[in-house]
């Protein structure tokens, strides 16, 4: 399959950094696509799907650095898993965050004690508010990179990542005074 991706890429450069990225981060975007899909044929066509996206657009992401192009392809990947199991399954079942990054190193390398606390309660944040809080402290993004990459305004992600640490701030809080 690799070479199908291979042929769509314009440059030498291009074909020998997708070759790198595909290497990689395909068992990292399987992992995420099967916890999504839960059968291995369907996760294996999504990833399939995100590396033809990926391949068909690849000149547009030149600029972007490694660790910004995996963060971009696995939260295509955990969307597109998304989508194709909603539309496989006929009730309209909602997956969370949680169970699409189970098992991917988000959860993995979770640490023990108060932050992984911390990290449970990142997990049930809503999507817009968990995306932007991963994107920024797990994989390190600036919230300029963050923003580029959800194509979203600069003040927006800004606004949203005051928010998601409040909603944190405020749960963490709870679970202290319970303990």
Known sequence: MLGVYMALLETKEDRERFDKLYRQHREQL??????VMKDICSAEDVVSE???IIAKNFSALRKKTDRELFGYIAIITRNRAIDIYRRQKSEAETVTFD????Q???MQNAPTGET???V???LRLSEEHRD???????????VHEVADMLKLPYDTVKSRMKRAKKLLKD???KAAKKA
Do not use: P
Request: glycine share 2%; aromatic share 20%; hydrophobic share 50%.
């Open 30 to 35: 399987f992992r995420i696509a099967l916890s």
């Open 50 to 52: 995100v590396f033809m």
């Open 99 to 102: 169970e699409a990054y189970s």
């Open 104 to 106: 991917t190193e988000l």
């Open 116 to 118: 992984d606390e911390a």
């Open 120 to 122: 449970k309660l990142i």
């Open 132 to 142: 932007i809080l991963i994107l920024k402290y797990y994989y390190g993004f600036s």
């Open 171 to 173: 749960e963490l809080n």
